[in-house]
Structures are given as C-alpha cells and as structure tokens.
C-alpha cells in the first residue's frame, strides 16, 4: 500500500511519512493540491491523507479530482483537519472525503483507519479485477456463439424455398435451437421434410443439429426412404451424441401430388391429419424411439403410409407447445391444440404460438417450441437440373459380334459414357429407355428371331425371355452395331443401331407388327424422330435434349 | 439392379422395391416376389424410389402382375417414381390401369 500525504505543513508531512513508514507503508509527499495531482500521477496512491487549507489549490478543491482519476476502484481520501465545526465537516464529506484524521495525529487511530481503508480498496481492486474478467469472458463467449451462430445459419439454412402449401413456426427458448426443421426435395418431385427436437436445449441440445443436417441432406440427395434416411441419422447420432441425448423426429416424404405421404415417426408427440374444418381424421402416433438411442441392429424401420386428400392437413409439433405451463402448473395440452386449429379464430401458426405464450402468461418459455402445418396440395417444385450442355460433338460406336452379344448387356455401359457429356447426365433414363428398346429389338426379332406375339400371355411372357436366353447362349453368328452421336448444334443425341437379320420387310405381315408393340410407341412419344430402313434392320431414333 | 419385397407386420401391405434397371433380367424374380403374396388380400406397393432405368419390358411384368393377381390383392400401387420414370408410365397410360404416386 502507497500512501499519498499532502499537507503545506513540512513538520505535519515529516511526522506522518515517519508513522507510516514505520507500519511498512510506502509514502510520497506533496505540499498543495496542484502537486498533489502531479504527484498522483507519479505514484499512484492507494489512500491520500488530504490537509483541507493549503495555498494554491486548497484540499475541497483538488479531493473530486482525485476521486475522478480512479473512477474505477474505490480510492480512500482521508482528510487531516483541525477543524470541528459541523459545516467545514460536511463539506470534506460532500467533495468526496471518506474520512478525518484529526490534529493532532494518533498513531494508533491513524493506523486503524489506514488498515480499515486498505481493506475497502483491496477489495475493491479484487472486484474490479474480476469484473474485468467477467467481462473479458462475456466478451469471447459472445464472439463464440457468433460463430456458431455463423456455422449454424450456414449448415441449416433453406437450400430452397420452401412451398406454400407448408407453414412452419420455430421459437427457441433461447438463443440455440435444440429443435430442428428440415426439407429437401426428392427427386420424383416431393419434398422430404424433418421436424427434430433434441434432449433439452440451447447450444448443449443445437449442437446434434449439425451433424443431424448433414445426413438428412446427403441422404435426400440419394432419394432414400424415410426408414433408411432415419436408419442413417440414428446411427451418426448414437455415433456422436452422449449417452443421455437424443433427437426424437417424425421423417416424412410427401409426394409431389401432395396426397400420398410416408412417415417415420420416432418420438415426438402425436401428429394429425386435420380436415378442413379442423376435425381430427387420423391421429399418427410416434411408433418408434428417438434417433440415437438404438444401436443399429436394433433400430427399426417401418414406415406409416397416408393417403389423403388435398383439402386435408398434417400438423406436426414438438412437446415444448402440449407441455407448455402456466402459473398453476397447468400443461396446455393437445385438446386446446386442436381446439384452436377448429375455431374460426385460427389464421396461421402464430396463432398458435400467441395462445401458448398467453397461456403461460408470466412464466419464461421452458423448451423450443416448433409447429409445422402441411397442406397436402400439390407442390409443384421448380425444376432443378441446368440446361447448359457441351459444345463437343461426340460419337461412339460399338461393334458387337456374336460372342460380345453372349456375354455382355451392353445398353446401361453405353448409356453411362454418352451421359458423362456435360447436360445429357439428366436424360439417361429416357435414353436408357431408347437405346434398351432398340437394342432389345434387334437382338430379340433381328438376330434371335424371336417373335413378339409370344409374349402375349403371362405364361409366354416368361417363355419369351427363357427362350431368348436359350438362344442366345447357343448363338454362334450374328452382329450389332451401334452409335451414339451427340450434336451439340441441335442439342440432340442420334442412335442408330443395325442388326445382322432378314429385316422385318422380309417376315410376313402379321410378324411385321412385332415392331409396332409397347416399346416401339413409347419410343415415339419419347424421341424427336424413329425411323427405319426400307429393309427393316436398320434403326435411327434422335431424341432431343431440350424436350421435357 | 436388385429387387427385395416385404410383407408389413399386420399382412395389409406388400412392397417391392427394384433397385437400379428395371428389365427383362428381373422376369423371373419379378414374378416370384409376388405369386408368393400368400392369400391376405394385401395392397401391393411397388416402390420405384431407387429405379434409376426402365423399359418396356418392365411395362410388361407390371400388366401381367396386375392379370395374374387380379382381385387377389386389394389394389397396386406404383410408388415414389422419379419424374422420367413417372412420364414414361403415363406415356403408355398406365395411370389409368394403376395407382400412381
């Protein structure tokens, strides 16, 4: 401890430094206010022991601005006074004094209220030091939860836009969500759609949500089945999780009629199916445990069909809404839910949300609390897949003789490499379609000479393909040959294909009609132009590409 | 290319689900899935979700399902195509023969 003495008096200073030090204090000395405040500055005091009448700058004026040069810790300014008079007394305290020290000095009192004052400014040094602290911490957990705020806000953010027929409505019970909303689009055209709700909440319950959207995400993309996307999730968060965490979810896939649609359900409360007018038409129970409980042999898969009609929905909530309290430990409960969604008050989510809220009254939000309103209406998504396409024109032939047409199924292998030009990627399933057709054709009728009409019963129909493979694997002579040529000019892919049969000009007419079956008319709705040669072994098909 | 089928636990519903290319190469698996469908009177549910390729061929084992199980089964439904997959059966009218989602 440092303590400043000013007084004008040299004797007062000389006795005060001596008793001071002799109780181990160090001591600077000044003789008016204005040094006083010079002197401040050169050793910092921890108590000033303050005359009030001294030239220059007397101790009423210099004492507030002492005090104003250690606005952060408590500085103990002690005045030194001959005076008694009640006025001059309460003046020393109004400019900021803290004590007196009276004329002339007592050694034992004045190391009482040296001690005494030390203490309050120890003490106070500790809690400044601490606030200092606290607000060091504060300052980085603040700059933690931007950043994972940031992560957050990347990992789950819309990767499109979410249709119109579905209203959600999430409040977190604070500044991290430990429940979790999640779509994604399947690639027939529907939407895939997870409403989640981990252990607890705030960051400890968001934290599951990253890996958690991952996988959804990956696994939509891969155009799984709810089970098997739940399948995935369970086993990544039993994986990750602590043992007493869990995400309890309902996995759905609405199809793009929006009518049919397939649901996991693992946890959460009951979700319904809600008509026009509110009434319950079927109530989906959870059938399974949350995701991340059941190791993965355990886990189970089953899935809940549901068929509806357009006019209908499908609420799904999480327990923070039914369990939601009010000042009488009331729960509001699933029967005011859905007496809400009936009465003719009811707009939108937040309706909802306001009526929890006015139901717990006072009381803080206890849990996340999220809603999600499916009007199973068409969705009507927006494609996807670009239209920008390779400026190379590419051509591939293959040559198959008999021996190649034994042993090998040609069509998918082709179909790869003709995909892998940039923008036909999205059209291998019609040009699957057409090249199998032809190829099909010519082997079956041109080289195997096989005849369609067989197929015409369901027993001739397992004939046919016994028959061809009887023949084919006997098969010593024959050839295809085929082509694929992509024209970048006209965005189009033309295929010829040309066996090594009589042609179907050269059968007879009622055989002839096995050209003109299932696969020859699909054929034509799909491709641009189909078109045989006079002789009949010989095909040409061009599909264009900027079709459907 | 693969084919697996499942029977729920209640015997209301029968899957099927093809995998990859649905061709002539699933004739004979095709049509064992499901002669043995038992006598439960099941809704069949050929699930589409991971058949990348069809063809015509496919479109026959479908028709001949539907001849060979008739009033057997309580409907059959033809579930999750993927949109190419999905206008190649409405090309050949199949909407008007089955369910279609």
Redesign the interface.
Known sequence: MHVLVVDDQALNRTLLRYMLEQEGYGVSEACDGQQALTEFDNCSPDIILLDVVMPVMDGYEVAPLLKAKSQDVYLPIIFITALEDQASLLKCLQVGGDDFLNKPFDQVILSAKIKAHSRTRELSIKSYEQNRQLAYHQLQTEREHELVEHIFDNALKERFAIPESIEFHMSPASMFNGDLFLTAPSRSGGLYLMLGDFTGHGLAAAIGALPASKVFYTMANKGLSVGDIAAELNTVLCELLPGNMFCAANILEISSSGRAISAWLGGLPDSYLLTPCGEVEAVLTSQHMALGILESYEFERDTRYIETSSENRLLLYTDGVVEAENAQNEYFGEQRLLDILKSTHYKNLESIVDAVNTFSGAADQQDDLSLVLIKCAPLDLPATHSKRFSSTPIKIKLSLNAKLLRDSDPVLEFINTISAVEGVEQHRSNLFLLLSEMYNNALDHGVLGLESSMKDSEDGFIEYYEKREQLLRELSSGSIDMMAEFEPEQSQIRFKIKDSGQGFAAVKKADADMFHGRGISLMKEIASSVRYNEKGNQLEVVYNLLDS | MSLTKSM??DGK?FTIEIKG?F???L??AF?SAYTEIGDSSPKV?V?L??T??????A???LL?MK??LGDSVSGIQI??????????LQ??RFDKKFDI?
């Open positions: 729920s636990s519903l290319k061709d002539f190469n004739v004979q049509r549910i699930d979700r991971e990348d390729y069809m063809d015509s061929s479109l026959g084992m001949n001849k060979s579930a999750n195509c993927r949109p190419q997959i999905k206008k190649i090309i050949s989602d």
